[in-house]
């Protein structure tokens, strides 16, 4: 059975790869036009998304490069602890929302440092599988539109991804 469901998911892509331009060829759609045209409009929505991607990259560095993580960490820490969220754990919870390079580069060195298996490993997993960078989605898909008034969507990202930590700490002490 697993042979089955390997040898279907190796074929899975060029499959539909092969069928979707098929059927709309049959269908009478110009396939490549249309390929072209879509291309043309993601790159014009690249050229737009640039300037506020650098503007988070920059916001992102300056935040950890200032020290901010640090101090932020270090205020939270006591009361974090309290409800079963280790300080190790912290960094990655605060950059998780901003960043998904850098919260995977946190969560690489945590497992690195205490291993998979660990409680630490298998709670930034966790972490790391069931939440979003809620910055990198506001600035790159509310700026290619062009919406500027967020409203609560900041609120409402930050608070699911307080919801995702919270989970987290809840499922792997309880499983774990």
């Given at each position: 059975?697993?042979?089955?469901?390997?040898?279907?998911?190796?074929?899975?892509?060029?499959?539909?790869?092969?069928?979707?331009?098929?059927?709309?060829?049959?269908?009478?759609?110009?396939?490549?036009?249309?390929?072209?045209?879509?291309?043309?409009?993601?790159?014009?929505t690249?050229?737009?998304?640039?300037?506020?991607?650098?503007?988070?990259?920059?916001?992102?560095?300056?935040?950890?490069?200032?020290?901010?993580?640090?101090?932020?960490?270090?205020?939270?820490?006591?009361?974090?602890?309290?409800?079963?969220?280790?300080?190790?754990?912290?960094?990655?919870?605060?950059?998780?929302?901003?960043?998904?390079?850098?919260?995977?580069?946190?969560?690489?060195?945590?497992?690195?440092?205490?291993?998979?298996?660990?409680?630490?490993?298998?709670?930034?997993?966790?972490?790391?599988?069931?939440?979003?960078?809620?910055?990198?989605?506001?600035?790159?898909?509310?700026?290619?539109?062009?919406i500027?008034?967020?409203?609560?969507?900041?609120?409402?990202?930050?608070?699911?991804?307080?919801?995702?930590?919270?989970?987290s700490?809840?499922?792997?002490n309880?499983?774990?």
């Amino acid at each position: 059975m697993l042979g089955i469901i390997a040898e279907l998911s190796r074929w899975a892509i060029p499959v539909i790869l092969l069928i979707v331009p098929l059927v709309a060829m049959l269908r009478g759609v110009k396939v490549y036009e249309t390929f072209v045209d879509g291309a043309e409009a993601g790159f014009a929505t690249a050229i737009k998304t640039i300037p506020y991607l650098v503007a988070m990259l920059v916001a992102i560095s300056v935040f950890r490069a200032s020290g901010a993580m640090e101090v932020l960490v270090a205020a939270l820490s006591p009361l974090l602890n309290y409800v079963g969220l280790p300080a190790e754990v912290l960094p990655h919870a605060v950059m998780r929302p901003l960043s998904g390079g850098a919260a995977l580069g946190i969560a690489s060195d945590i497992i690195k440092t205490h291993g998979p298996d660990s409680f630490l490993g298998r709670l930034v997993s966790t972490m790391q599988g069931s939440c979003d960078t809620t910055f990198y989605i506001l600035t790159l898909y509310f700026g290619s539109v062009g919406i500027k008034k967020y409203r609560y969507s900041v609120i409402l990202g930050l608070v699911a991804d307080l919801t995702t930590l919270i989970a987290s700490i809840f499922i792997i002490n309880m499983v774990f």
